[in-house]
């Protein structure tokens, strides 16, 4: 049996609510999860986030995101996008075009390299999803996901 959240984290008293026990459990696999995500990219020299840019961008094809766009598609909270974006097309990953009609309004997209990338990790995402959550059946999987989308949604 896989030790229980107490037991990894060394806790001798039970937690104080039913409701402690699973947000910390949330958290501690959530971190789990980012730790080993972020390890496995390391060698393609992109971070998590950066990854999901990609992503989200090469979703968006071939048109794009403005800033506001991408930030209010990302997983997680990232404060300033432009700089991101900035070190990401520092990097060829990605493109940025003003609009000739308005200039205040500035797209950004994939590159063919940040692309190949995005193609290259593909299987090796898969692989890792695989990895974590292969093991869990379709209704476990279903159950999951509804459970932590109420838990995002309270009622």
Known sequence: MAPTLRDEIHQKKPFATPQEEALLN???????LQD???QMLKPYGITGTQYNVL????????????RNELRDRMLTRMPDVTRLLDR?????????TRDAADRRLVSTRITRPGRRLL??????????????LGHLTKDQL??????LTLVRHPK
Request: aromatic letters at 2%; a negative charge; one cysteine or more.
């Open 88 to 96: 990401m097309e520092e990097r060829g990953l990605v493109s940025r």
């Open 119 to 132: 193609d290259d990790l593909d299987d090796v995402v898969a692989a890792d999803r695989q990895k974590r």
């Open 36 to 38: 080993v995500f972020e």
């Open 142 to 147: 279903r159950t999951l996901s509804d459970l």
């Open 26 to 32: 949330v958290v501690r696999t959530g971190a789990m």
């Open 55 to 66: 992503r989200i961008l090469r979703g968006a094809e071939p048109d794009g995101l403005c």
